[in-house]
């Protein structure tokens, strides 16, 4: 069975730190991985995709991946409060649908 | 960019009623949209995967009598939650993916707002 697992949190981090999320994959044939941040009580949104080993930033952003080691992370630079929320760490295995994990909830401490 | 809209935002109505909640995507055509389902403070639960022009492929333990999925168009999709009752209280969110062939593996999926559903 093909799963995506993300420690669930809390994870409190002070307001300016790094902010580091992770997240390992059972199938090594992933192609597609992505990010969302999902506030409370509102739907997911998309942060970053990334396809190939190695980082990928984005303004305060960062992923990471590593197929080899089968894990995707996120880091967040200048954590900010406005940060604080789910983060969702989504995996395609193939062409088939999403596979989503179950998220951390994160908590900038200002 | 790639908006899904999704209405209505928040429904109210009693116990026995059917409700309707549209998804479309703005600026894109979505061959593929997805439905899902979140229970508070749980992680999404993907319902049913939805094609344009052919019939929605539901996830194990999901009705498909009780949950109707139309994907009439690239651009809409449609479900309806028929008879519904206060256990289908829930948080229902649409999805959908551009990109057709060879390059669907590396679109994301883009959700829509959410549907809010309140079964008296």
């Known amino acids: 069975q093909k799963e995506v697992e993300q420690n669930s949190g809390p994870l409190s981090v002070p307001e300016g730190a790094i902010a580091s999320l992770n997240c390992t994959y059972s199938d090594r044939v992933s192609q597609s991985f992505f990010w969302y941040r999902q506030y409370s009580g509102k739907s997911p949104e998309l942060i970053m995709s990334?396809?190939?080993?190695g980082d990928k930033e984005d303004g305060r952003f960062t992923a990471q991946l590593n197929k080899a080691s089968q894990y995707v992370s996120l880091l967040i630079r200048d954590s900010q409060p406005s940060d604080s929320a789910t983060y969702l760490c989504a995996v395609r295995f193939g062409n088939e649908k999403l596979t989503f994990g179950t998220g951390t909830r994160l908590t900038i401490i200002p | 960019g790639a908006v899904v809209s999704q209405h209505p935002s928040r429904v109210i109505c009693k116990s026995g009623t059917s409700v309707k909640i549209e998804c479309r995507s703005l600026d894109f055509q979505a061959t593929t949209m997805f439905w899902y389902r979140q229970f508070p403070k749980q992680s999404l639960m993907l319902m049913a995967t939805?094609?344009?022009?052919?019939?929605?492929?539901?996830e194990q333990g999901v009705e498909k009598d009780k949950f109707l999925i139309n994907h009439a168009s690239l651009t809409l999709s449609t479900l309806t939650v028929t008879s519904a009752h206060p256990e289908d209280s829930s948080f229902y969110i649409c999805?959908?993916?551009?990109?057709?062939?060879?390059?669907?593996?590396?679109?994301?999926?883009?959700f829509g707002d959410g549907t809010r559903l309140s079964i008296l």
């Open positions: 999805s959908a993916r551009k990109g057709q062939g060879s390059n669907l593996y590396n679109q994301p999926q883009h």
């Open positions: 990334i396809y190939s080993n």
């Open positions: 939805s094609n344009e022009g052919s019939k929605a492929t539901y």
